[in-house]
């Protein structure tokens, strides 16, 4: 081994994609033993200068070092043979395999005749995850289990190749705040045990937190690298954004008016287990405020949303939308009558990641006139309407309206989502984690937007999993536990504690729909 002390450096790096320059000779040291922050905003180039460490991208410039020797990494595998591993943004499992079998993909234990060895597997995963507290089930389905678990399994996935070099592109973005406790929690453990850590966010609080030094890039250049130590989230903030950035919600108090959605007694089925994942659930949603389902994932949310807007039936109960009945109303029906939905998995129910970003803009009113003649769809108007959009939400992509969905940052995704959802004008507009991904510039406008949508006398429902963007936007708050309300709160004479009791199940009181 070398005496340099760095464990991983990426040295004057240049990445380029059609029309963007996603990494401008960008130098990055990594120490070994520690956890090395990268922040920037939405398509600053974080995600893509880590794609290059995994051999996932190839730099046209530059050169990586690992521990002071150049090494050239073609793609995943040779990086996993140096040591390097990686949990991704939107993590990369099989779906219909369970927890175990992910781990062990690609590097399964075989005995005599090639026979798999699972049940070796099974205890060095099973001792892993009780050394690191990652608790997970290694018999569920991938596609049964929340994000956090998911998550899990991709740390575990790393540790389970004995990887010394971790990358966790935007880990918490999918996580609850006891979730991320834990996870930052786990990252400091595995730093002590010597492993380098590099962490991608643009989460002041957890840099803050847990990071010594923190690297920012803008627009895909180096701006410099801080100690935390010795600075502080305002400087970040400058850094990162290049001005002054507002942390606190500005809004006038509610004006509710008429009840826009309705829910009596909604119960749904879980796909997870036997019991139902919404029970009996009762709440209204008036036009000018924001009521906020808060809750930690996994306590039946996404059943909930899927329920309102037509993902999922309901086993029994009724929905009303602006006092007519949608329980049994097909998704476009509930969509042209005035319901929005930003969606929790953009991937899964936001976007078609293959199309354009101007035909995710009307995929769902590529029927109107505007946009349709005799069946033929007026591509200069769509064209004409998407690049307004683009602009006024500051939707960053390489080649603007004919950029396709699947090649953007995924704030740049979330942005194109809720500028669609946001511009049809709803009547009610359901955003679940709104802001997930992304960075502290783009937050600011997102919640301008919809505090917009209530003045402009919309009903807004809200359902987050960050306890500060619950406690900034909401009017009303709903804490959700085990498939049911069990609290409803104002955010001026709550704490974040107290939410923290009902979310955890350690109180509870009656609402009333």
């Known amino acids: 081994m070398d005496n340099t002390p760095y464990a991983i450096e990426m040295l004057h790096i240049t990445k380029r994609f059609p029309g963007i320059i996603a990494n401008d000779n960008v130098t990055i040291q990594l120490r070994r033993g520690e956890i090395h922050a990268l922040l920037g905003e939405n398509g600053a180039g974080k995600s893509t200068l ?88 290694p018999d569920a389905l991938i596609e049964d289990i929340s994000v956090g678990m998911q998550q899990r399994t991709e740390i575990l996935k790393m540790l389970y190749r004995d990887n010394e070099i971790l990358i966790f592109d935007e880990p918490t973005a999918v996580l609850t705040p006891q979730e991320i406790e834990e996870l930052l929690h786990i990252m400091k453990n595995l730093a002590a045990e010597g492993k380098s850590i590099l962490f991608i966010s643009h989460k002041l609080n957890e840099i803050m937190s847990v990071a010594d030094r923190c690297s920012i890039l803008r627009k895909g250049k180096y701006i410099g690298t801080v100690d935390i130590a010795k600075t502080d989230k305002a400087e970040l903030s400058r850094m990162m954004v290049g001005r002054d950035v507002e942390f606190v919600v500005q809004k006038k108090p509610p004006q ?20 139902n994942a919404v029970k009996n659930v009762s709440f209204k949603v008036r036009a000018g405020e924001i009521v906020c389902i808060a809750g930690i994932d996994g306590n039946g949310q996404t059943e909930l949303v899927y329920g309102i807007s037509g993902l999922e039936p309901l086993v029994s109960g009724s929905l009303s939308l602006c006092g007519q009945d949608i329980t049994k109303a097909p998704i476009r029906k509930r969509s042209t009558m005035g319901m929005s939905h930003i969606p929790e998995d953009r991937h899964k129910h936001g976007l078609v990641l293959d199309y354009t970003l101007e035909d995710n803009i009307v995929l769902q009113r590529y029927f109107e006139p505007e946009f349709t003649k005799s069946g033929f769809l007026r591509r200069k108007n769509i064209r004409t309407y998407a690049e307004r959009l683009i602009e006024q939400y500051d939707v960053r992509s390489g080649q603007g309206p004919i950029t396709i969905a699947r090649s953007m940052s995924g704030g740049n995704q979330q942005k194109a ?66 498939g049911e309300l069990v609290g409803e709160f104002d955010p001026k004479t709550t704490t974040v504690e107290e939410l923290g009791l009902y979310m955890a199940g350690g109180k509870r009181k009656e609402v009333h729909g």
């Open 50 to 137: 880590m794609s290059v460490l995994f051999g996932l991208y190839q730099p046209e410039e530059g050169v990586i070092k690992k521990d002071g020797k150049e090494v050239k990494i073609n793609n995943p595998n040779d990086a996993n043979d140096l040591g390097i591993g990686m949990v991704h943004q939107h993590f990369k499992l099989v779906e219909c395999f369970s927890v175990l079998d992910n781990i062990i993909l690609g590097v399964e234990p075989t005995g005599a005749m090639g026979v798999l060895q699972k049940e070796q597997a099974r205890q060095k995963v099973m001792a892993l995850s009780e050394k690191y507290g990652l608790s997970v089930n």
């Open 256 to 275: 509710p008016k008429d009840v826009v959605l309705d829910v009596k007694d909604m119960t749904v089925a879980s796909k997870v287990h036997k019991n």
């Open 417 to 482: 989502i809720i500028a669609r959802e946001i511009d049809k004008d709803p009547k009610l507009l359901i955003a679940v984690q709104p802001t997930r991904g992304l960075d502290v510039g783009a937050i600011e406008y997102i919640h301008s937007q919809i505090v917009a949508q209530r003045d402009a006398g919309k009903g807004v429902l809200l359902v987050s999993l960050e306890l500060d963007e619950v406690m900034n936007l909401s009017d009303r708050i709903l804490v959700m536990y085990e």
